[in-house]
């Protein structure tokens, strides 16, 4: 599948989280209903990833899946199992706190926002074109990393980010 665009029922907020940090583009909000859900996937064209059968039941759901596991790392293996999307991993592309599509910015352009402690030790920036959060090596930026090694493992992935 080349370009999956999902949108999340209120129960995944982690499973967002990590799917954003993958690079795939996923809305959530938790202050969506049913027929919302329903509706922004219709006009927009993605797939609902839901723990409620329920919605899934609706005929106008054309695209859905349910996810079994609860636990947020193995949620976002069935799902990129379920889709085939091992190779369609973009890491560091994605805003994980808005969704919006983040860019290496020069540490020039971001250096009066940041900490002193930060702007000292660290070099490489990424900016949120969306809502402007700043990502860093050394912070969200190792973490992230070594999410992303475990992962790349555990699918079987070769390829560098
Ligand atoms: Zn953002």
């Known amino acids: 599948m080349d370009s999956a665009r999902f949108i999340l029922d209120v129960h ?14 996923t809305l959530y909000r938790n202050d969506l209903d049913d027929p919302e859900i ?20 609706n ?7 349910f996810v079994e596991s609860t636990n947020p ?13 091992k190779n369609n991993i973009h890491f560091l592309s994605r805003c994980i ?4 599509t983040i860019e290496e910015v020069s540490k020039e352009e971001v250096q009066e926002e940041l900490k002193p402690g930060t ?27 070594h999410f992303y090694e475990e992962m790349k493992a555990s ?4 390829k560098t980010p």
């Open 59 to 65: 005929k106008r759901v054309k695209h859905g899946h």
């Open 119 to 145: 702007n000292q030790y660290f070099n490489e920036f990424f900016r949120c074109r969306d809502c402007g959060k700043i990502y860093w090596e050394g912070s969200h930026f190792d973490r992230m990393m």
């Open 12 to 25: 995944l907020g982690k499973l967002a989280r990590l799917l954003r940090m993958t690079g795939f583009d």
């Open 73 to 85: 790392k193995e949620q976002l293996r069935e799902v990129i199992d379920a889709f085939a999307l």
């Open 38 to 57: 329903i509706r922004i996937a219709e006009d927009e064209d993605r797939i609902i990833l839901t723990r409620d059968r329920g919605i899934l039941k």
């Open 97 to 100: 706190a808005c969704n919006g």
């Open 155 to 158: 699918l079987g992935i070769n």
